[in-house]
C-alpha cells in the first residue's frame, strides 16, 4: 500500500465522515468519497452506459409464458374464478367496442374514433392488469388507450356510447373528441389531446392527494403514457418532480413499439423508458404487459412501494400495437402485415390468459361462444340505444366557459331565449331541431 | 429546359436520386385535376408546399426538414411526401415527440448556420414549444447583438380542421404577430404557399408559417411565373385578390375563400367588395389596406382567430391610428371566430368560425344595409 495513499484515504475518510469522529477506517477499502455526495473516488476511468451494471437490457418480469403455463420460479396470484372471469371478459370487451364502434365510424355514424386497444389483439392485459391492481378511488390521468380502465371500475357502455355520440347523458357535455372520457365519479380524470400533459398533471395531483389528510395514504396518482409520448418534456417534469417534491404518483408506461409510424428505434436509443427511472432515483420495474397477471402483480407491488414512501415510481409494460394508431391510419403502410400476424398468433394477452384459465378448468369453449355472443349484444345494443337519446340540453350551450357566466355569453342566451319564444313552434327546422334536444329545447333563465 | 437541368446538377451534385426536370412544378400540374381558368397549370396547396421545399432543399443544401412523421410516413398531412426518398435520412428527419426538443434542436441547429424547416403536426402542439419560437428564434439576432441569426421556419396547420375539438382548433396569427424579431406568414392560395414558403425558407429570419388543413386538398391555377423554380412572394406584402368600391374585405388563410364568395354574393346586389388577402400576419401591410380604405370608406376583417386581441383588433387599431380614419364612413367591423373553446360537435364548430353568409351579413351592415 503507497503510504500516501493511506494517509490521503485517511483524511479523505474523516472527510467523509464530516468530521463526526476521527476513528479511521481500514487503509485496504477505497480511497474514499467525494464530500458533498457521498460518491465513493475510484482511480480507474470509467465511463456506465447501463442501469443493469452489464450493459444487458433491463429484464421483463413475467408470471405466464405465451401458453398461459407459468414459468418457473413464477408467483401466480391467488386469485378466484369469479376474479378470472372478470380478467377475462373486460379484456375482450376491449376489442369488441373498438370492432363495433369502428364500424362506426366507417359508416359515417360517429365522426372520430382512436382505438382503446387494437383492430386485432393487443394492449388488453396492460390496462386490464393496471386496473385491476389499482383502487378504484386512486385518480388516473391516461392517454388515450385506456378505457378498460374506465370499463373496470364499472363506467357503463351505455356511458362510453354517450360520450361517442355527445347525447345528453354524456358528463362532458358533447364538447369532447370522441373517446376523450372522463368521469369525477370513477376517479377518471378526463382526457385531454395534447400528448403527455397528464404525466407531469399527474404528480400534482399525487401531491394534492398528499395533502389531504383523508386521502393521504390511502391513494395514489396515475399517469398513463405511450413510449411516444415519453419523449415530451412533461416525462421529465412529471418524474422529476413526483421523485423530488415527492409525491404519490405511478407511472404507467405501455411501450407498444410504435407511435403513429415512429418505431421505437427512432424514438430513443437507451433501453425503453425503464432505463430512465433510475436516473430520477425513481423505483422501476419491467413487465411482460401482454401476461396480465404480471401486469397485475407489478402494478399491484408498484403502488405499494408508491403509498410507502410517497413517491413516483414507475412500470414499464412491454407490449405490441396490434391495431393501426386509429381510424385515420393504415399502418401496412409503414409495417409488414407477416410482422402483425406473426406477433398476434405468437403473442396474444387474450389467449394466453384464456389458455391459463382452461388449464385450471375455469374455461371452456361454450363460455367463450357465449361470451362472444354476449358482449356483442351488449355493446351493439348500447350502440343503437345510444343513436337515439337526445342531445344535450340547450342551456348547456351557454355554460362552463367560466364559472360564472359572463355578460356576453348572458346576452347571447338571452337573445336565443327570446327567438325561440317568437319561432321556435312555429318554424319547422327549429321544431325538427328542438325535437332532438333534451327537454325539447325549453327556455332557459 | 436543358440550362436547367444542368443548373440543378450544379447546385446539388450530391443529389443522385433527383432526376433534373425542366421543371418539378410543371411535371407535378401535368398530373394535377383540377380547375384552371387564367393558366394551363394547377396546383393543390399540399403541392405546391411540397414543391416548395424540394426546390429549395435542392437549391441549397443546409435546408432540411424535421418534425414528427415527416419522413417515412411522409407527412402527417403528406405536405412531405416523397422527401426522404429523394433527399434521404440526414435530410429529412424523423423526430420523437417533443415538440418542445424538435423545436429546440431546429433552433439551434439554425443558430450553427443550418436552414430547417421545422413541422409541427399542428401549432396547437407548437405551444410546447413557444419558448423556444419566440424566446430562442426569435429574440436571438437581437439579443446577440447581430451576431447570431436564426434562419428556422415554422410551418404546420393553424386555425381550424374539421371536428378535432378545442385543443386542435386554435389560430395563433395574434399570438406569433405580436413578437418583434420573428416573421409570420399565413397564405391561403397554391400560389401563395409556394411563394412565400420559398420566400420563407430564403429568409434569414425565423418565420413562422401558418398553413391551413382544410386548404391542403384545394387546387388553384398556377400562372407560369408560380411553376418557376425561382419563384418567390414578398414576405409583408398584402395581395388585392379582387377589386371594388364599395367595401373591403380584409382576410388570411382560409377566411379569403369565405371572403371572395361573399364578395360575388354581393356584387349579385350591386356591391363592389374589394378583398384583400393579407398573406403576412407581420410585418403586416397596412399600406395596402390603407389605401383600400381610402377608395371604398368601409372595412371588415375577417379571421378565424377568437376575438380578442387579434389579427383584426390590430388592423383595426392601426387604421384608425392612420389618416385612413378620415377616410371611414362606418365604424370597422371585425368577423372573427366565436370568444369559446372550440366545440366538438360539428355543427356548432361551423357556428363558431365565420362563414360567408356571416361576412355578407356584416359587410351590409357597413354599409347601413342591414334590415
Given at each position: 500500500?503507497h503510504?500516501?495513499?493511506?494517509?490521503?484515504?485517511?483524511?479523505?475518510t474523516?472527510?467523509?465522515?464530516?468530521?463526526?469522529?476521527l476513528?479511521?477506517?481500514?487503509?485496504?477499502?477505497?480511497?474514499?468519497?467525494?464530500?458533498?455526495?457521498?460518491?465513493?473516488?475510484?482511480?480507474k476511468?470509467?465511463?456506465?452506459n447501463?442501469?443493469?451494471?452489464?450493459?444487458?437490457?433491463?429484464?421483463?418480469?413475467q408470471?405466464?409464458?405465451?401458453?398461459?403455463v407459468p414459468?418457473?420460479?413464477?408467483?401466480?396470484?391467488e386469485?378466484?374464478?369469479?376474479?378470472?372471469w372478470?380478467?377475462?371478459?373486460?379484456?375482450?370487451?376491449?376489442?369488441?367496442?373498438?370492432d363495433?364502434?369502428?364500424?362506426g365510424?366507417?359508416?359515417?355514424?360517429?365522426?372520430f374514433y382512436?382505438l382503446?386497444?387494437?383492430?386485432?389483439y393487443g394492449e388488453?392485459?396492460?390496462?386490464?392488469?393496471?386496473?385491476?391492481?389499482?383502487?378504484?378511488?386512486?385518480?388516473?390521468?391516461?392517454?388515450?388507450r385506456e378505457?378498460?380502465?374506465?370499463?373496470?371500475?364499472?363506467?357503463?357502455?351505455?356511458?362510453?356510447?354517450?360520450q361517442?355520440?355527445?347525447n345528453?347523458?354524456?358528463?362532458?357535455?358533447?364538447?369532447?373528441?370522441?373517446?376523450?372520457?372522463?368521469?369525477?365519479?370513477?376517479?377518471?380524470?378526463?382526457?385531454?389531446?395534447?400528448?403527455?400533459?397528464?404525466?407531469?398533471?399527474?404528480?400534482?395531483?399525487?401531491?394534492?392527494?398528499?395533502?389531504?389528510?383523508?386521502?393521504?395514504?390511502?391513494?395514489?396518482?396515475?399517469?398513463?403514457?405511450?413510449?411516444?409520448?415519453?419523449?415530451?418534456?412533461?416525462?421529465?417534469?412529471g418524474?422529476?418532480?413526483?421523485?423530488t417534491?415527492?409525491?404519490?404518483?405511478?407511472?404507467?408506461?405501455?411501450?407498444?413499439?410504435?407511435?403513429?409510424?415512429?418505431?421505437?428505434?427512432?424514438?430513443?436509443?437507451?433501453?425503453?423508458?425503464?432505463a430512465?427511472?433510475?436516473g430520477?432515483?425513481?423505483?422501476?420495474v419491467?413487465?411482460?404487459g401482454?401476461?396480465?397477471?404480471?401486469?397485475?402483480?407489478?402494478?399491484?407491488?408498484?403502488?405499494?412501494r408508491?403509498?410507502?414512501?410517497?413517491?413516483?415510481?414507475?412500470?414499464?409494460?412491454?407490449?405490441?400495437?396490434?391495431?393501426?394508431?386509429s381510424?385515420?391510419?393504415?399502418?401496412y403502410?409503414y409495417?409488414?402485415?407477416?410482422?402483425?400476424?406473426?406477433?398476434?398468433k405468437?403473442?396474444?394477452?387474450i389467449?394466453?390468459f384464456?389458455l391459463f384459465?382452461e388449464?385450471?378448468?375455469?374455461?371452456?369453449?361454450?363460455?367463450?361462444?357465449?361470451?362472444?355472443?354476449?358482449?356483442?349484444?351488449?355493446?351493439?345494443?348500447?350502440?343503437?340505444?345510444?343513436?337515439?337519446?337526445?342531445?344535450?340540453?340547450?342551456?348547456?350551450?351557454?355554460?362552463?366557459?367560466?364559472?360564472?357566466?359572463?355578460?356576453?355569453?348572458?346576452?347571447?342566451?338571452?337573445e336565443?331565449m327570446?327567438?325561440?319564444?317568437?319561432?321556435?313552434?312555429?318554424?319547422?327546422?327549429?321544431?325538427?331541431?328542438?325535437?332532438?334536444?333534451?327537454?325539447?329545447?325549453?327556455p332557459?333563465? | 429546359m436543358?440550362?436547367a437541368?444542368?443548373?440543378?446538377?450544379?447546385?446539388a451534385?450530391?443529389?443522385?436520386?433527383?432526376r433534373a426536370?425542366p421543371?418539378?412544378?410543371l411535371?407535378r400540374?401535368?398530373?394535377?385535376?383540377?380547375?384552371?381558368?387564367?393558366?394551363?397549370?394547377?396546383?393543390?396547396?399540399?403541392d405546391?408546399?411540397?414543391?416548395?421545399?424540394?426546390?429549395?432543399?435542392?437549391?441549397?443544401?443546409?435546408?432540411?426538414?424535421?418534425?414528427?412523421?415527416?419522413?417515412?410516413?411522409?407527412?402527417?398531412?403528406k405536405?412531405?411526401?416523397?422527401l426522404?426518398?429523394?433527399?434521404?435520412?440526414k435530410?429529412?428527419?424523423?423526430?420523437?415527440?417533443?415538440?418542445?426538443?424538435?423545436?429546440?434542436?431546429?433552433?439551434?441547429?439554425?443558430?450553427?448556420g443550418?436552414?430547417?424547416i421545422?413541422?409541427?403536426?399542428?401549432?396547437?402542439?407548437?405551444?410546447?414549444?413557444?419558448?423556444?419560437?419566440?424566446?430562442?428564434?426569435?429574440?436571438?439576432?437581437?439579443?446577440?447583438?447581430?451576431?447570431?441569426?436564426?434562419?428556422?421556419?415554422?410551418?404546420?396547420?393553424?386555425?381550424?380542421?374539421?371536428?378535432?375539438?378545442?385543443?386542435?382548433?386554435?389560430?395563433?396569427?395574434?399570438?406569433?404577430?405580436?413578437?418583434?424579431?420573428?416573421k409570420?406568414v399565413?397564405?391561403w392560395?397554391a400560389?401563395?404557399?409556394?411563394?412565400?414558403?420559398k420566400?420563407?425558407?430564403r429568409?434569414?429570419?425565423p418565420?413562422v408559417?401558418?398553413?391551413?388543413?382544410?386548404?391542403?386538398?384545394?387546387t388553384?391555377?398556377?400562372?407560369?411565373?408560380?411553376?418557376?423554380?425561382?419563384?418567390?412572394?414578398?414576405?409583408?406584402?398584402?395581395?388585392?385578390?379582387r377589386?371594388?368600391?364599395?367595401?373591403?374585405?380584409?382576410?388570411?388563410?382560409?377566411?379569403?375563400?369565405?371572403?371572395?364568395?361573399?364578395a360575388?354574393?354581393?356584387?349579385k346586389e350591386?356591391?363592389?367588395?374589394?378583398?384583400?388577402?393579407?398573406r403576412?400576419?407581420?410585418?403586416?401591410d397596412?399600406?395596402?389596406?390603407?389605401?383600400?380604405?381610402?377608395?371604398?370608406?368601409?372595412?371588415?376583417?375577417v379571421?378565424?382567430?377568437?376575438?380578442?386581441?387579434?389579427?383584426?383588433?390590430?388592423?383595426?387599431?392601426?387604421?384608425?391610428?392612420?389618416?385612413?380614419f378620415?377616410?371611414?364612413?362606418?365604424?370597422?367591423e371585425?368577423?372573427?371566430?366565436?370568444?369559446v373553446?372550440t366545440?366538438?360537435?360539428?355543427?356548432?364548430?361551423?357556428?363558431?368560425f365565420?362563414?360567408?353568409?356571416?361576412?355578407?351579413?356584416?359587410?351590409?351592415?357597413?354599409?347601413y344595409?342591414t334590415?
Amino acid at each position: 500500500m503507497h503510504p500516501l495513499s493511506f494517509r490521503h484515504s485517511s483524511l479523505l475518510t474523516r472527510a467523509c465522515l464530516n468530521g463526526r469522529t476521527l476513528s479511521t477506517l481500514p487503509a485496504s477499502t477505497s480511497l474514499g468519497c467525494l464530500p458533498t455526495t457521498h460518491s465513493p473516488t475510484v482511480s480507474k476511468l470509467a465511463f456506465f452506459n447501463s442501469v443493469t451494471g452489464d450493459s444487458s437490457k433491463i429484464p421483463s418480469y413475467q408470471v405466464l409464458d405465451v401458453f398461459g403455463v407459468p414459468i418457473e420460479g413464477a408467483k401466480v396470484p391467488e386469485i378466484s374464478k369469479q376474479f378470472a372471469w372478470r380478467l377475462y371478459e373486460h379484456m375482450q370487451l376491449l376489442p369488441t367496442l373498438d370492432d363495433i364502434l369502428c364500424s362506426g365510424q366507417r359508416q359515417g355514424r360517429i365522426p372520430f374514433y382512436s382505438l382503446t386497444s387494437y383492430l386485432k389483439y393487443g394492449e388488453e392485459a396492460t390496462v386490464i392488469g393496471s386496473a385491476a391492481a389499482l383502487a378504484d378511488d386512486d385518480e388516473v390521468l391516461s392517454q388515450y388507450r385506456e378505457t378498460g380502465v374506465l370499463l373496470w371500475r364499472g363506467f357503463t357502455l351505455d356511458g362510453i356510447m354517450a360520450q361517442v355520440f355527445g347525447n345528453h347523458e354524456d358528463s362532458g357535455k358533447g364538447r369532447q373528441i370522441a373517446v376523450h372520457y372522463g368521469s369525477k365519479q370513477h376517479h377518471f380524470h378526463t382526457i385531454s389531446s395534447p400528448l403527455a400533459t397528464q404525466i407531469s398533471q399527474a404528480a400534482g395531483v399525487g401531491f394534492a392527494l398528499k395533502r389531504d389528510p383523508a386521502r393521504r395514504s390511502k391513494n395514489v396518482a396515475c399517469a398513463f403514457f405511450g413510449e411516444g409520448a415519453a419523449s415530451e418534456g412533461d416525462f421529465h417534469a412529471g418524474l422529476l418532480l413526483a421523485a423530488t417534491l415527492p409525491s404519490p404518483t405511478l407511472f404507467l408506461a405501455r411501450n407498444n413499439g410504435f407511435a403513429i409510424s415512429t418505431p421505437n428505434s427512432q424514438q430513443f436509443y437507451g433501453d425503453g423508458i425503464s432505463a430512465r427511472g433510475p436516473g430520477y432515483g425513481v423505483d422501476t420495474v419491467r413487465v411482460d404487459g401482454n401476461d396480465v397477471l404480471a401486469v397485475m402483480n407489478a402494478v399491484k407491488e408498484a403502488r405499494r412501494r408508491c403509498l410507502e414512501s410517497g413517491r413516483a415510481v414507475l412500470v414499464e409494460m412491454m407490449t405490441y400495437r396490434v391495431g393501426h394508431h386509429s381510424t385515420s391510419d393504415d399502418s401496412y403502410v409503414y409495417r409488414e402485415r407477416q410482422e402483425v400476424e406473426d406477433r398476434t398468433k405468437n403473442d396474444n394477452p387474450i389467449a394466453r390468459f384464456r389458455l391459463f384459465m382452461e388449464s385450471r378448468g375455469w374455461w371452456n369453449e361454450t363460455n367463450e361462444d357465449e361470451l362472444a355472443f354476449r358482449l356483442r349484444r351488449d355493446v351493439i345494443k348500447a350502440f343503437k340505444r345510444a343513436e337515439t337519446v337526445k342531445k344535450p340540453d340547450l342551456k348547456d350551450m351557454f355554460t362552463d366557459v367560466y364559472a360564472e357566466e359572463p355578460w356576453n355569453i348572458k346576452e347571447q342566451r338571452e337573445e336565443l331565449m327570446a327567438l325561440l319564444e317568437k319561432y321556435g313552434q312555429v318554424w319547422e327546422p327549429w321544431q325538427n331541431e328542438l325535437r332532438t334536444l333534451k327537454n325539447g329545447g325549453k327556455p332557459v333563465d | 429546359m436543358a440550362a436547367a437541368r444542368t443548373a440543378f446538377s450544379r447546385v446539388a451534385p450530391a443529389i443522385a436520386n433527383v432526376r433534373a426536370r425542366p421543371s418539378l412544378a410543371l411535371k407535378r400540374a401535368a398530373f394535377a385535376r383540377g380547375y384552371a381558368t387564367a393558366s394551363e397549370n394547377s396546383m393543390t396547396v399540399r403541392d405546391a408546399l411540397n414543391v416548395a421545399m424540394e426546390e429549395e432543399m435542392v437549391r441549397d443544401e443546409t435546408v432540411f426538414v424535421l418534425g414528427e412523421e415527416v419522413a417515412r410516413y411522409n407527412g402527417a398531412y403528406k405536405v412531405t411526401k416523397g422527401l426522404l426518398d429523394k433527399f434521404g435520412e440526414k435530410r429529412v428527419v424523423d423526430t420523437p415527440i417533443t415538440e418542445m426538443g424538435f423545436a429546440g434542436i431546429a433552433v439551434g441547429a439554425a443558430l450553427s448556420g443550418l436552414r430547417p424547416i421545422c413541422e409541427f403536426m399542428t401549432f396547437n402542439f407548437a405551444m410546447q414549444a413557444i419558448d423556444q419560437i419566440v424566446n430562442s428564434a426569435g429574440k436571438t439576432y437581437y439579443m446577440s447583438g447581430g451576431n447570431v441569426p436564426c434562419p428556422v421556419v415554422f410551418r404546420g396547420p393553424n386555425g381550424a380542421a374539421s371536428g378535432v375539438g378545442a385543443q386542435h382548433s386554435q389560430d395563433y396569427a395574434a399570438w406569433y404577430g405580436s413578437i418583434p424579431g420573428l416573421k409570420v406568414v399565413s397564405p391561403w392560395s397554391a400560389e401563395d404557399c409556394k411563394g412565400l414558403l420559398k420566400a420563407a425558407i430564403r429568409d434569414p429570419n425565423p418565420v413562422v408559417f401558418l398553413e391551413n388543413e382544410m386548404m391542403y386538398g384545394v387546387t388553384f391555377p398556377m400562372s407560369s411565373e408560380a411553376m418557376s423554380d425561382n419563384f418567390t412572394i414578398p414576405i409583408g406584402k398584402a395581395k388585392v385578390e379582387r377589386e371594388g368600391t364599395d367595401v373591403t374585405i380584409v382576410a388570411h388563410s382560409k377566411m379569403v375563400t369565405h371572403s371572395l364568395e361573399a364578395a360575388d354574393i354581393l356584387a349579385k346586389e350591386g356591391i363592389k367588395a374589394e378583398v384583400i388577402n393579407l398573406r403576412s400576419i407581420r410585418p403586416l401591410d397596412i399600406d395596402t389596406i390603407k389605401e383600400s380604405v381610402k377608395k371604398t370608406n368601409r372595412l371588415l376583417i375577417v379571421e378565424g382567430g377568437f376575438p380578442a386581441f387579434g389579427v383584426g383588433s390590430e388592423i383595426c387599431a392601426q387604421i384608425i391610428e392612420s389618416e385612413a380614419f378620415d377616410y371611414l364612413d362606418a365604424p370597422v367591423e371585425r368577423v372573427t371566430g366565436a370568444d369559446v373553446p372550440t366545440p366538438y360537435a360539428t355543427n356548432l364548430e361551423a357556428l363558431a368560425f365565420p362563414d360567408t353568409p356571416v361576412i355578407v351579413k356584416v359587410a351590409k351592415r357597413a354599409l347601413y344595409r342591414t334590415n
